[in-house]
């Protein structure tokens, strides 16, 4: 029976590897977008300010949950889902009628999700 736990346990632990790591690669195949994109199209300075914003804001949200998970800290993980990154993004969205920005704060709620996925992970 012992062993038996022992191998659920490990097939459990296995699965988060698989999911921590299928959503790291998400969110590194939506940087990528992101980069290409960037290098292509051209923003007013504000608009440039708030593109810095949101990265900022994904960088230190990706980084706490990688902090809450390797910790196992289930509390801070709580914390950092009631406060979802798609805020900063829809924030820098407000009054903004340019579909090519948007279009790239999309990416970046894509990567939120990513995230927040991580997140549940410390969770559960």
Known sequence: ????????????????????????????????????????????????????????????????????LNSKNKEAALNLAKSPLVKVCDKALENCDNLLFESLCDRFRAISRNIYHIIKITIY
């Open 1 to 68: 029976k012992k062993d038996a736990l022992c191998r659920s346990s490990e097939h459990f632990d296995l699965h988060n590897l698989w999911w921590l790591a299928m959503n790291q690669e998400h969110i590194g195949d939506e940087l990528k977008r992101f980069a290409r994109s960037l290098t292509k199209l051209k923003f007013t300075n504000a608009e440039y300010n708030k593109l810095y914003e949101i990265v900022e804001s994904t960088e230190k949200y990706y980084k706490d949950a990688m902090v809450a």
